[in-house]
């Protein structure tokens, strides 16, 4: 194994220079994942860095990303608590970053994060989700708790359905070993899209503290009904299993549909679409909020689709509503149209940070809430391990579908059936500069 680690923080810059004196800051360390002798000389290295920079004993940072395999998580962690940890009485602090999956099911979770937690606080695990760190997502809850206007309609009274949607036009171009182990669900829907969904429907929190945010989080997710099976669609595209590392005989879904529904006052009867799938038509990622019928439709326009709130997390940033007008012209026509923020063009010259940018940076800063806490991490899997088990044990089965295709026909009966009514004749085009 290999320790990589660089002290003082940088500006954001692109110039060769930048990157030449980012590149001075990198010492790498040798040594095996339960080896004490590596650890030791991590340790003595990182020392030496900090006394040349005439830090106090004891009283610097460090941060320990472990970019590993889950499996040697414990054995690792435990080599940091034993010989590279900092001294916080002196003012320094100690904080380590794991990467997904935490786990595969909820035993395994747990089994995971207790092994963690005798070794560090809470407070020093940072479980990082880079979906947390994307633009459009951090702005969920400005939207939402900044906007008069939101207040009275997010809800079950206004809002039909929610779809919180995951797209790739490629397969797993050479991570199918990885990924026939875990599988879409456990890659994508059980934690970035579900996380997404923590945002859409919480509380408004007392505060925008760290805690204050994820108890809201930690609420949803407890409310979150068990999953039925008929509300589940599952995919495999073809030549999946043409890849050497794929078993001739893999259960694992490439494609889901996964229909989520939350039992409180706000959202009960509100269908949660989860839906995620590799080699399909197109790549994106959004949340698509659609809004109920106008009753008494004097323009007799419900054919052309309901209103919808659509936030495009990727790519083309964007956020715009989806709306009925009247069609230039002489005649009282109506057409749908939308009203458009699209983040390229509203702001030129902006530069967006990356997700781990910013997730990053909120590590050395100690703040929490972009990060999952162990609590919120146990009730997302006990939503989805009954699902899960049912796919391992080869209970349900995924449907063919073709590369390039939207996915197998069933889903969109599916979205149909939880009363998602598609608009025909309308795309949205992002505006060009």
């Not at 929190?205 to 409310?223: A, G, M, N, T, Y």
């Not at 590392?245 to 039992?263: E, G, Q």
């Amino acid at each position: 194994m290999n320790f990589c680690f660089y002290c003082s923080y940088l500006s954001h810059g692109k110039d060769s220079e930048d990157v030449s004196n980012f590149l001075q800051l990198i010492k790498y360390v040798s040594g095996s994942y339960d080896g004490e002798e590596g650890f030791r000389l991590l340790d003595t290295k990182i020392y030496e860095q900090e006394v040349s920079k005439n830090t106090q004993e004891g009283s610097s940072r460090r941060l320990f990303y472990l970019a590993l395999p889950p499996s040697v998580y414990p054995s690792v962690s435990k080599m940091i608590r034993s010989f590279c940890m900092n001294r916080s009485d002196l003012g320094g602090w100690t904080r380590i970053v794991v990467e997904k999956p935490f786990g595969k099911d909820l035993d395994s979770a747990e089994a995971l994060s207790s092994q963690l937690g005798e070794l560090f606080e809470e407070k020093q695990i940072y479980r990082i989700d880079h979906y947390l760190g994307k633009e459009l997502v951090q702005n969920l809850l400005v939207l939402r708790f900044a906007n008069r206007f939101f207040l009275p309609l997010w809800n079950r009274d206004h809002i039909d359905n929610i779809q919180i949607v995951f797209r790739e036009d490629f397969g797993t171009d050479g991570r199918g070993g990885y990924f026939d182990e875990y599988g879409i669900i456990r890659d994508i829907i059980q934690n970035h899209l579900l996380q997404v969904l923590c945002l859409v429907a919480m509380e408004k929190p007392i505060s925008l503290k760290p805690e204050h945010i994820r108890d809201e989080k930690v609420k949803v997710l407890q409310s979150v009904e068990s999953i039925a099976d008929e509300e589940v669609v599952l995919g495999q595209y073809d030549g999946y299993k043409d890849d050497s590392t794929v078993s001739d005989h893999s259960n694992t879904p490439t494609f889901a549909t996964v229909v989520l529904r939350i039992h409180n006052e706000r959202w009960e009867g509100v269908p949660f679409i989860l839906k995620a799938g590799k080699a399909l038509n197109s790549r994106k990622a959004e949340i698509r909020v659609q809004f109920k019928e106008v009753p008494g439709d004097i323009f007799r326009c419900k054919k052309q689709g309901r209103n919808e709130f659509v936030i495009r997390l990727q790519p083309s940033e964007a956020m715009y509503m989806k709306l009925t007008v009247k069609q230039p012209g002489l005649e009282m026509s109506t057409i749908q149209s939308e009203l458009d923020l699209s983040y390229g063009q509203r702001y030129q010259g902006v530069a967006i940070p990356e997700a781990y940018e910013r997730l990053i940076l909120d590590t050395i800063r100690g703040d929490q809430q972009h990060f999952v806490r162990r609590d919120e991490l146990k009730a997302a899997w006990e939503i989805f391990t009954p699902l899960l088990h049912k796919i391992d044990r080869g209970e349900l089965k995924p449907l063919p579908y073709k590369p390039g295709s939207r996915g197998p026909a069933e889903a969109d009966e599916l979205l149909a059936k939880a009363g998602y009514m598609q608009t025909h004749g309308y795309i949205w085009i992002p505006p060009t500069l």
